[in-house]
């Protein structure tokens, strides 16, 4: 399969991407949860984009889908252009050797029946990545090293290392095949902090001299802060917000943005413009029953939310500057409201 960059440069095109599962509790027959509602987005080659949201949102759903874990109901996911629901036994190989997935819970990914160096072996075996065993085990060592384990690793359980050590295995394990993308799924939040800055040092270097492409998806916006090129906001499976990391920090156009930001700034940061932020009120809808128009308008705190917020959804439309935001009263912050 030969495959280029898009005009765009991306190597990951999710277009218009919608998702519904089906409720499982018997009482409440034929309903469906709306997972996700109409995403679009790019990856672009060597960039970091960062997904940000509540519990809830939509994040680990649009992971698998993107990595074709589950099918979505509409849309598509374009890998250099081909889609990536309608690839081939051969072709589907070649994507999931190039697009690996580091998991939140790096225990659980784990096999807890081989020792470290066997499950990268048996990795690069199914990939036919090295002739011989000797060659297998000269390769496993090598990634042991490059993640930051010694090199006794190799004949160690998952059981017998740290978190932070699992999760440098579980790294190790998606960089085997040589990837040239990671969607990495809440990666460092089960981690203590210390240990959270030395797992995002590594993908930091990782991303530098492997020349990597990042799918980044956490609830912690300091992480997104430090990490990402280029960071989403979804709220109810709808991306709400997107542009340049540091220029959504600095000066966010959606309420919704605007309160993550001010629930995550100490409260005596907050001053200036930053006090026109506010902090998030009630709870997320039910992606049972998404509401009319804006989602986020029963909870928006804007004082120029009207009767359009609630009747007609805002499409997700450059604002300023090469950001997007789905908010009817997006232009509005700029003078203040």
Request: hydrophobic letters at 40%.
């Amino acid at each position: 399969m030969v495959m280029s960059l898009t005009p765009t440069g991306s190597i990951l095109t999710v277009q218009d991407l919608h998702h519904e599962f089906r409720e499982k509790p018997a009482g409440a027959r034929g309903r469906r949860v709306k997972a996700l509602r109409g995403v679009t987005l790019e990856l672009r080659a060597g960039e970091c984009l960062g997904l940000v949201g509540e519990s809830g949102s939509g994040k680990t759903t649009l992971a698998r889908l993107i990595l074709r874990l589950i099918k979505p109901t509409r849309g598509s996911v374009l890998f250099y252009g081909q889609n990536v629901f309608s690839m081939d036994r051969e072709d589907l190989k070649d994507f999931r050797r190039r697009v690996q997935i580091v998991f939140q819970d790096p225990f659980g990914s784990l096999n807890p029946r081989l020792r470290a160096g066997r499950m990268l072996e048996e990795v690069l075996l199914v990939h036919r990545e090295g002739t011989t065993p000797a060659s297998r085990r000269e390769k496993a060592a090598e990634l042991l090293a490059l993640v930051g384990l010694q090199p006794d690793a190799m004949n160690r359980f998952p059981h017998e290392f740290s978190g932070g050590q699992r999760q440098r295995l579980g790294i190790a394990r998606a960089l085997s095949v040589d990837p040239e993308v990671l969607v990495l799924d809440e990666p460092v939040s089960a981690l203590d902090l210390s240990v959270q800055a030395q797992i995002l040092n590594l993908l930091a270097e990782l991303k530098d001299s492997l020349g990597l492409s990042y799918l980044f998806i956490t609830h912690d916006l300091s992480v997104v802060r430090q990490v990402a090129d280029w960071v989403g906001v979804l709220y109810l499976g709808k991306i709400v917000e997107i542009g340049r990391t540091h220029r959504v920090f600095a000066d966010p156009m959606h309420p919704y943005t605007r309160g993550l930001l001010a629930a995550a700034t100490p409260p005596e940061e907050i001053t200036g413009e930053k006090a026109r932020w506010t902090l998030l009120p009630g709870e997320p809808a039910s992606p049972l029953e998404p509401p009319t128009g804006c989602a986020f308008h029963p909870r928006c705190p804007h004082p120029s939310k009207d009767p359009v917020c609630g009747a007609d959804p805002p499409p997700l439309s450059e604002v300023e500057g090469g950001r997007e935001a789905a908010c009817w009263k997006a232009r509005e912050h700029l003078t203040g409201p």
